[in-house]
């Protein structure tokens, strides 16, 4: 499996894991729930599943039998449990839920399919989709390019965990976290509860600015598990600690120097 990828149905985020071993998309089984029942509160869609669910189970169907549990990122920003189902199991769903969403909803999964097979051939597609999907979002060329810089550290340094036998979801979820409270002086839920966010991603509400100072962070922690040669969790934590604490000082220096605080309280909507 690797890390949960989010796509876009009509303004709404689906949580998706794609299995290489499979070749397969799981996708959060209470995400197209909440798209296929067009409800607003995202509670509401949970209750939905649920006793749809039950009713399922009732009926022997193989939606439920075949219902796997991954741990994807919640509404709070924690790896928790969900149900998912694959490519196949997401079609019989969409048979069990009256919903004038269920053709438009079956074009996009195809959609998503045909965008994941060009990609693999050709990874220069995806980072174009990720373009395009930002400028429909008005961002500006200029916060577009730090976006997909961010993006390119970031994977460099789940690329060392990852060498390093740092485990995913759980250990990267808590060395992420500690990265960004060592520079920014907030956890990721707080970070987040500061933009009034929810689902969405901190790092496409974040401001220039924000951005560069995350890449900082997660850059020189990169050198200094590559300089000492750390491996494992605790060994890589304890190290990696000095190093976030460059973007840190260089964050308080410059609010000094310009009497502006570095880190905002708005959302994609305030800063683009």
Same mark, same amino acid.
């Given at each position: 499996?690797?890390?949960?990828?989010?796509?876009?149905?009509?303004?709404?985020?689906?949580?998706?894991?794609?299995?290489?071993?499979?070749? =397969?998309?799981?996708?959060?089984?209470?995400?197209?729930?909440?798209?296929?029942?067009?409800?607003? =509160?995202?509670?509401?869609?949970?209750?939905?599943?649920? @006793?749809?669910?039950?009713?399922?189970?009732?009926?022997?169907?193989?939606?439920?039998?075949?219902? =796997?549990?991954?741990?994807?990122?919640?509404?709070?920003?924690?790896?928790?449990? @969900?149900?998912?189902?694959?490519?196949?199991?997401?079609?019989?769903?969409?048979?069990?839920?009256?919903?004038?969403?269920?053709?438009?909803?079956?074009?996009?999964?195809?959609?998503?399919? =045909?965008?994941?097979?060009?990609?693999?051939?050709?990874?220069?597609?995806?980072?174009?989709?990720?373009?395009?999907?930002?400028?429909?979002?008005?961002?500006?060329?200029?916060?577009?390019?730090?976006?997909?810089?961010?993006?390119?550290?970031?994977?460099?340094?789940?690329?060392?965990?990852?060498?390093?036998?740092?485990?995913?979801?759980?250990?990267?979820?808590?060395?992420?976290?500690?990265?960004?409270?060592?520079?920014?002086?907030?956890?990721?839920?707080?970070?987040?509860?500061?933009?009034?966010?929810?689902?969405?991603?901190?790092?496409?509400?974040?401001?220039?600015?924000?951005?560069?100072?995350?890449?900082?962070?997660?850059?020189?922690?990169?050198?200094?598990?590559?300089?000492?040669?750390?491996?494992?969790?605790?060994?890589?934590?304890?190290?990696?600690?000095?190093?976030?604490?460059?973007?840190?000082?260089?964050?308080?220096?410059?609010?000094?120097?310009?009497?502006?605080?570095?880190?905002?309280?708005?959302?994609?909507?305030?800063?683009?």
């Amino acid at each position: 499996m690797t890390n949960t990828k989010l796509a876009i149905f009509e303004q709404k985020e689906i949580r998706r894991v794609w299995d290489s071993e499979k070749w =397969d998309w799981y996708f959060s089984v209470i995400d197209i729930v909440w798209v296929l029942t067009e409800q607003y =509160d995202y509670k509401k869609a949970k209750s939905y599943w649920t @006793t749809l669910k039950n009713r399922l189970k009732k009926e022997w169907s193989q939606v439920v039998t075949n219902c =796997d549990h991954l741990k994807m990122k919640a509404q709070d920003w924690k790896m928790r449990l @969900t149900d998912v189902l694959d490519t196949k199991g997401i079609l019989r769903l969409i048979q069990s839920i009256p919903s004038k969403k269920a053709e438009p909803f079956k074009m996009w999964l195809a959609k998503v399919w =045909d965008e994941r097979i060009n990609e693999i051939y050709d990874p220069e597609l995806a980072v174009e989709r990720a373009i395009n999907t930002y400028r429909k979002k008005w961002y500006s060329e200029n916060w577009i390019k730090q976006r997909l810089k961010s993006i390119d550290i970031r994977k460099e340094l789940t690329g060392e965990w990852k060498e390093r036998w740092i485990k995913e979801w759980v250990e990267y979820a808590i060395l992420t976290n500690e990265i960004l409270k060592g520079w920014s002086d907030m956890t990721t839920s707080e970070y987040k509860d500061l933009k009034w966010l929810k689902k969405e991603s901190l790092k496409d509400n974040m401001s220039n600015l924000e951005l560069v100072f995350n890449m900082l962070a997660e850059a020189s922690t990169t050198e200094i598990i590559k300089e000492e040669d750390s491996e494992g969790f605790e060994k890589i934590k304890k190290a990696s600690s000095r190093w976030w604490k460059v973007a840190w000082v260089a964050r308080k220096q410059l609010e000094k120097e310009t009497g502006k605080k570095v880190i905002s309280w708005g959302n994609n909507l305030k800063l683009n």
